[in-house]
C-alpha cells in the first residue's frame, strides 16, 4: 500500500489518524480489489454534507461501535467513495478536500479540475 500515489501522482498522504480513516482503516484512502465503493477521497466534513450524507441513507453522523466507527462531526477528516462525493458535487453539497491524501483512483470517477476547485490544500 506505500506504493499507492495521489491524484498528481505522488506518494498518498495521511488522511486522518482521528478517527482513524481509510477502506482498511490505514490512515490513508488506500484502495484495493475488495475496495468496491472506492473510498479514496479525503475530505474535511461539514454538518452541511453530514445531512445530505444522511438523507441518502448513509449516516456517518451516529457511531457504530459494532463496526468500529466512531460517527463523524465537523471538521474530521475521513475517506469518502468517490461516487458520494461526485454526487454530493452535483447537488451543491461537496465538502472540502485535501488533494494529497486523495488517492488518484478517484479520477476514474472525478475530474481533477472539480477536486481542485474544493482542494483544501492548494496554495
Known amino acids: 500500500m506505500e506504493a499507492q500515489r495521489n491524484v498528481f501522482g505522488e506518494p498518498l498522504q495521511s488522511c486522518s489518524e482521528r478517527p482513524l480513516t481509510g477502506f482498511y482503516r490505514t490512515g490513508c484512502c488506500h484502495t484495493g480489489a475488495d475496495d468496491f465503493g472506492l473510498h479514496t477521497v479525503c475530505i474535511e466534513v461539514t454538518a452541511e454534507f453530514l445531512a445530505f450524507s444522511k438523507a441518502k441513507g448513509n449516516d456517518l453522523s451516529t457511531p457504530q461501535p459494532e463496526h468500529g466507527f466512531p460517527g463523524l462531526s465537523p471538521g474530521d477528516r475521513w475517506c469518502l467513495c468517490a ?18 491524501a486523495t488517492h488518484e483512483a478517484t479520477l476514474e470517477v472525478v475530474e481533477l479540475g472539480d477536486l481542485k476547485r474544493y482542494a483544501i490544500d492548494l496554495a
Not at 461516487?83 to 494529497?100: D, M, N, Y
Open 83 to 100: 461516487a458520494r462525493w461526485r454526487e454530493a458535487l452535483k447537488a451543491g453539497k461537496a465538502p472540502r478536500i485535501i488533494l494529497g
